[in-house]
């Protein structure tokens, strides 16, 4: 491979996800700033000796004078905002972001016009807690970092924004973005409307059902106790493909509601059964020898991460 | 208190439960046999050091020849077949089992004529094994034991297998089988089909998707890895009540499907978190004053169950 200089970085909110990153750019090396709309995180993250405003105009016309890799990490309502700035102060720049939905987020920047440069990102890392204060530069440490392989991709920006997915210690997988979105869909947003509607039920039966309640029960409703507004914000952001997932399970849930009735539930759980098998036997295998800009590298990296690849360098 | 004779106990069924019960009842101090019909694990059990039979004549004699507390503890296919023996060869000793569904057993006692001298029980808990092999004294530590309160229980009876689960470890929730069964049917059935349905839905999802899961697939998926054959017993036996809480819990998502295609989960959201913050604050407190035989001493027991009471002597 060639040498690389890395671009600056510069990030768009600081919340969980964004400060995180800023902090693990800096500790990979990389120059970074910030921004933030409201002042105390500003004030935090200068405190704790990082590079941040919230003045949006100079963060992003330092980003165009250094030719900075731009990462918008604002929740998805503040999007169309943050992005309209970075189209009007800094439109050359090559465009990430770190949202939790990937279609909506493309959409968006297609909307402002701004897709050439752009390539989509989710690193699949989180905690209970929010806010800059929450953030800590090991976030990503082993996570699953999303980077888009959408048709038309730019090369360059495609390796620029893996590279920075994998100095914050992420493993990559490439996808396109509805099947990112129909995935998480699947086992991130799915998972979460089950256990709300789980929790209902259990509170439901009242003190009695409640005292009974052991593992199965406290299991199945832990991210029930995720604060309510983000569970919103990520399941209505990808209502789409939510709705696609939970009409697939009710029809699934129907079905073993009239064997049940007829007396089994051996088709339900038979195949409960083999999914978790395979989920439990899944082994992530590393992508080689694919190279952003060689002819199909896009759909080669697409199916590779179909296939249950990651890229670990790049 | 006046002292009480503790009786002797008859297991019948040497599998996790009933070998855990025996080895716990012999550990309490209490004199105890054990039957079960393949040999296997009756070698095993004296081998062990315990006293068991592949000879259920001859365990039930003894029972009544020492009005011993017989305690079931087959699978539910089994318990006809074993209650008609009790009823044949000792009738008149209190019969207490520990089948996980209570209204299904004690419809199988009433069928044999048993009902009399009859209290049923469940103690909630186990492992992912199975049999004599993964049987320990100490399985009932801390558990939850519901006894059943019905109308017209022997006061006797019912203090003698309250006593049994005291003198293995566990806390006593009285309750009326029906409401048991639909209790658990919501907090341990239910469950156990989300599971399977959401595990299905994200191996639906392929490789990619699996390989995007993290922690709420893992935890809302955990207990489709239990023994489907298992899984399918404890639901099929209890499919009334599960039938129930289904209907219910697809009234509840088709509610929530119809709101998100509108663009919002709120309703379940905000049902979910503060169901799963009721669960979180639940706590049990202790039931004290009520005598079993004394006036209204069963509604009492019952009314203190639903209300998150247990009892932890007697």
Not at 57 to 70: D, F, M
Request: aromatic share 4%; glycine share 10%.
């Amino acid at each position: 491979m060639s040498e690389h200089v890395e671009p600056p970085i510069c990030v768009l909110g600081l919340g969980l996800i964004g400060g995180s990153l800023l902090r693990a750019a800096v500790a990979a090396g990389r120059t970074a700033w910030g921004y933030n709309r409201s002042a105390d995180p500003v004030r935090d993250a200068v405190a704790d000796g990082f590079d941040a405003t919230s003045d949006l105009r100079s963060a992003l016309v330092r980003a165009r004078e250094g030719n900075a890799l731009i990462v918008v990490a604002v929740p998805m309502p503040a999007v169309d905002a943050v992005l309209a700035a970075v189209a009007e102060h800094a439109p050359g720049c090559p465009l990430t972001d770190v949202v939790s939905v990937k279609a909506p987020v493309a959409a968006a920047v297609a909307r402002v016009g701004l897709t050439e440069r752009y390539v989509g990102g989710h690193p699949m890392a989180g905690t209970a807690d929010s806010g800059w204060g929450a953030s800590f530069a090991e976030l990503f440490n082993d996570a699953v970092w999303v980077v888009a392989a959408e048709d038309g991709a730019d090369p360059a920006v495609w390796s620029a924004v893996t590279r920075l997915a994998l100095a914050c210690g992420s493993v990559v997988i490439p996808a396109e973005s509805n099947e990112h979105d129909r995935a998480v869909a699947r086992i991130s947003h799915l998972p979460h409307v089950l256990a709300e509607a789980l929790a209902t039920s259990g509170a439901a039966g009242g003190d009695l059902a409640l005292g009974l309640a052991a593992g199965s029960f406290r299991d199945g409703t832990r991210v029930a106790a995720t604060a309510p507004d983000l569970v919103r914000a990520m399941c209505e952001a990808n209502a789409d493909a939510l709705l696609d997932a939970l009409d697939e399970t009710l029809a699934v849930l129907a079905a073993a509601r009239e064997t049940l009735a007829a007396g089994s539930l051996a088709d339900l759980v038979g195949a409960g059964f083999d999914a978790r098998q395979r989920y439990e036997k899944a082994e992530r295998w590393d992508i080689t020898g694919i190279v952003p800009g060689d002819i199909g590298w896009l759909e080669a990296f697409r199916d590779a991460g179909r296939r249950g690849g990651a890229l670990r360098a790049l």
